[in-house]
């Protein structure tokens, strides 16, 4: 019997370009060096179809995959922390998808019915993620066990609103809850003048993501420093999670001391 595909979401709350990528990327690290076969996906909510067109001042260099897909620089995170050859619908965009769907309407695949955001364009990134989780990506041609998907941009973000609705209904309807997890990562800032870590913004980012019908099952904080005790039990407190379930990332001197940190706290118990 084959085994149900899992899935992890990496959603980013306060700020972009928090580290979503980079945290996604350990712990496809960390499972894979548990033995479990990793994939990933990349959604950007962008309107564009890939990356080819966009400044680098604005985004950084163009990723370009082995089958000649251009994509986000994230995407080449994966393939360098994790060992694997990703391919151009691991990337999805706003305008891939609604480019699908229109052209699906065009052919009259929808029978005349009125499309919509939903259930339409939802269904369309279901169906996405589904399909390309099961591409093998290793080379060995087996199918991946553990398909980690990191959602662009910041949990509020208009552009962003049908792909979290799409994954509210992914969780609840279409896969059993053991079969996901749900990974939002914060930022903890630390003004100068007072020197205090303040969690107000994560409580906020938490709230929400929760009030769109998702509940974070681990959070990790971004901080400067790392993030003390006190605070970690504060965050616990007001959004809903566990102690041991908060994680704290400070800045460091090289993105690949990032799995060190997450699996000295613990984060391959759960």
């Not at 303040?198 to 980012?205: G, I, L, M, R, V």
């Not at 990332?249 to 000295?264: E, K, Y």
Request: some cysteine; aromatic content about 8%.
């Amino acid at each position: 019997m084959l085994k149900a595909m899992k899935y992890v979401l990496v959603s980013g709350g306060v700020i972009s370009g928090i580290g979503k990528g980079v945290i996604a990327s350990s712990l496809g690290m960390i499972l894979k060096s548990c033995g479990v076969r990793v994939t990933s996906i990349k959604i950007d909510p962008y309107i564009n179809i890939d990356a080819g067109t966009f400044s680098p001042y604005e985004h950084g260099e163009v990723f370009v995959l082995d089958d000649g897909g251009e994509v986000d620089l994230d995407l080449g995170n994966y393939e360098r922390f994790l060992d694997i050859t990703l391919h151009r619908d691991n990337n999805i965009t706003t305008g891939k998808i609604y480019q699908h769907v229109i052209n699906k309407e065009r052919r009259g695949d929808y029978l005349g019915k009125t499309v919509q955001v939903v259930p339409h364009i939802t269904d369309a990134i279901m169906d996405w993620v589904e399909r390309v989780a099961k591409i093998p990506v290793d080379g060995d041609n087996q199918t991946p066990e553990v398909c980690i998907v990191e959602l662009g941009g910041t949990i509020g973000d208009i552009e962003g609103m049908p792909f979290i609705e799409a994954f509210r209904q992914f969780f609840h309807f279409r896969i059993k809850r053991e079969d996901y997890c749900l990974v939002h990562v914060s930022l903890v800032p630390q003004p100068q003048a007072t020197g205090e870590q303040k969690t107000k913004p994560t409580q906020a980012s938490v709230r929400e993501l929760r009030g769109l019908g998702l509940s974070p099952d681990l959070i990790v904080c971004r901080s400067t420093l790392p993030i003390a005790d006190p605070v970690k039990a504060k965050i616990s407190l007001f959004c809903h999670v566990k102690p041991q379930q908060v994680f704290s990332i400070h800045d460091v001197s090289s993105l690949f001391r990032v799995p060190l940190l997450l699996h000295a706290q613990g984060v391959s118990s759960f």
